[in-house]
């Protein structure tokens, strides 16, 4: 089983509509990135968090540290949503960076 | 502010050869991590050189292998090439390691034929 699992593998979805992604780990972390990948390989960071929830436009993620799981949420999703959205955590134990498998995402008009 | 780039964006080898990748690091990063992402899959660690240093090492073997230079710049080096190298290198710098927001170049695409 990975150290960090996401769900669902492949979303697809109508424009506007509303986008949840999950992200379970399994070890302990210090802290969270969500990333954003598109295609042509460019990554970007969309957040890091340890706790609670961050907002930044249309995007929110949340994570909750007992449950070992954060979630990504897109408000409103427009088709330059599409991407994919990659969930990573900074082991507590040895520091480095474990990625879930992504999730890709595609936003139709 | 300069971001993170990396030459080459594509690259060709053939199994056995040896292959150099750069990274720039964005202005004021002192460490870079790398990563290697096979088609379809998510990254995996590399390596992280924090101030010339290696500062962690993923599952790879000895015949990978990395620099960072004093202005923070770095390489990755690959001996001995086999088909399952063929992947998207990317690097990442940032201020304060893995725990800091990651700043992610736009990766060499190497193919080993």
């Known amino acids: 089983k990975n150290e960090v699992e996401q769900s669902p593998q492949n979303l697809t979805a109508q424009e506007g509509e509303f986008i949840t992604i999950n992200c379970s780990y399994s070890v302990g972390i210090s802290a969270l990135h969500w990333l954003q990948q598109h295609p042509g390989g460019g990554i970007v960071s969309l957040f890091m968090?340890?706790?609670g929830k961050k907002k930044h436009g249309r995007l929110i993620a949340t994570i909750n540290i007992q449950e070992k799981h954060s979630s990504l949420h897109i408000t409103a999703s427009h088709p330059r949503d599409s991407a994919v959205y990659i969930c990573a955590v900074s082991s507590s134990n040895t520091g480095k960076l474990i990625f879930g498998q992504g999730t890709t995402l595609q936003v139709k008009p | 502010e300069t971001g993170v780039t990396q030459s080459p964006t594509h690259l060709i080898k053939t199994r056995g050869q040896q292959v150099t990748l750069r990274c720039s690091s964005q202005s004021g990063h002192n460490t870079v991590s790398w990563y290697q992402q096979a088609l379809g899959q998510g990254p995996q660690f590399i390596f992280q050189?924090?101030?010339?240093?290696?500062?962690g090492r993923g599952n790879f073997p000895p015949r990978f292998s990395g620099l960072q230079f004093p202005n923070y710049s770095s390489e990755l080096n690959v001996n001995a090439l086999e088909l399952d190298d063929s992947a998207l290198y990317l690097c990442?710098?940032?201020?304060?390691?893995?725990?800091?927001?990651?700043?992610f170049g736009p990766g060499t695409r190497l193919t080993v034929l």
């Open positions: 990442a710098s940032s201020l304060l390691g893995y725990t800091d927001t990651q700043y």
């Open positions: 968090l340890s706790s």
């Open positions: 050189y924090y101030r010339e240093e290696e500062n």
